[in-house]
């Protein structure tokens, strides 16, 4: 092969190298277009809320009023319910008969006992008289050990079960005392569980008796509302549907454990003296202090950014909008809710979802309301 050829080789070679490397568009054929990049798709819409002034009912929590001395009143002993002589409401003084059980029922029981107790003293009697035969004999020699035994023990039985009759004698007598259920402090009735005719058991609930004088105002909160809750805060507190019953009331206790349905604790107010608001009251309570009305913000739109509360506030022009950064101070919290002491104005429209995947300039859609 000569140098001519060699080299007319060694360019074909690298015409193809160079034409292998080329992309596949430069092999287009003259009837294929150029394909166009896919555009955009429009900005994600955005759940947001505009954020407005609150009235003061949004930011209170209901509650009740009730006794602060309270008790569930049951018999002590089983029997059949046959007078209640009292009803829902109803004003009681100490020592009042409440409701009473069927006294029949309880003397026959009475009765039966006094009866099995004779019973057991007469087989007490014969047995105490069988032992004495049966030593006397023994010490003769006429009785065997077998014998003597048999007896002692048949006479230690009926002692014991002259005690038993006896017990069960003085437990149905005090069955029979316990047939009248009496108040025992003034109060009023605020609930009734059985009607007469029923058949109750030891303990069951017939009555609630509340004292009248000393009451309380009870609300549920969560964990992190009470967090917000220094010893002894004060409340405002009013009736439902009467703003001018409003009276402070002061944190006395928060009940150790959480309701196991709704996660929240009752925490129990003091009512001052004189507050006008009546024993099972619907009432609504608010921390005291706070002006009538402010701005509060879902506590999921915050988020921390260098050790500081913010929020993604949006601006709007025209159909174009993004988000910005903004940084905000906020008061107590209360029901999932913050209240924003300062960073944002009423109208301003703050991104409540989705908080953790914008960044600043990012362009948002329209508007979603949760």
Request: aromatic share 2%; glycine share 8%.
């Amino acid at each position: 092969m000569n140098s001519r050829q060699h080299i007319t080789r060694l360019a074909g070679a690298l015409c193809l190298a160079a034409a292998m490397a080329l992309p596949a568009a430069a092999f287009q054929l003259p009837w294929q277009k150029d394909e166009a990049p896919a555009p955009a798709g429009p900005p994600r819409p955005v759940v947001t809320e505009v954020v407005s002034d609150s009235d003061i009912k949004a930011r209170s929590v209901p509650g009740l009023v009730v006794a602060r001395q309270q008790v569930t009143l049951g018999f002590q002993t089983l029997g059949r319910l046959v007078a209640r002589h009292v009803e829902l409401g109803d004003d009681v003084v100490t020592g009042d008969v409440l409701a009473e059980l069927d006294p029949d029922d309880l003397a026959d029981n009475v009765r039966a006992a006094s009866a099995s107790l004779d019973a057991a003293e007469v087989q007490l009697s014969t047995s105490q008289a069988t032992a004495e035969r049966t030593r006397a004999l023994a010490r003769r020699n006429v009785a065997s050990t077998a014998q003597l035994e048999q007896a002692e023990q048949a006479l230690a039985t009926a002692e014991a079960s002259v005690g038993q009759a006896r017990s069960e004698l003085i437990r149905a007598e005090d069955a029979e005392g316990f047939a009248r259920m009496a108040a025992p402090f003034d109060g009023v009735v605020s609930a009734v569980y059985a009607n007469p005719g029923a058949v109750l058991t030891a303990g069951e609930q017939v009555l609630q008796l509340s004292a009248r004088e000393a009451r309380e105002a009870v609300i549920d909160l969560p964990d992190a509302a009470l967090s917000e809750l220094g010893d002894g805060a004060v409340f405002t507190v009013w009736q439902d549907d009467d703003p001018a019953t409003e009276t402070r009331a002061t944190v006395d206790r928060i009940d150790p454990l959480a309701d196991s349905a709704t996660r929240t604790r009752r925490v129990h107010l003091s009512l001052d003296d004189g507050a006008h608001l009546r024993l099972g009251s619907l009432i609504r309570a608010r921390v005291a202090g706070e002006t009538e009305i402010a701005m509060t913000l879902p506590l999921q739109a915050v988020f921390d950014r260098d050790g500081l509360d913010h929020v993604w506030r949006v601006q709007r022009q025209g159909d174009q909008a993004v988000v910005e950064l903004v940084h905000v101070v906020l008061g107590a919290s209360l029901l999932g809710r913050a209240f924003v002491n300062s960073g944002l104005q009423q109208g301003d429209e703050v991104v409540i979802r989705g908080v953790n995947s914008l960044s600043e300039g990012q362009a948002v859609g329209e508007r979603v309301a949760p």
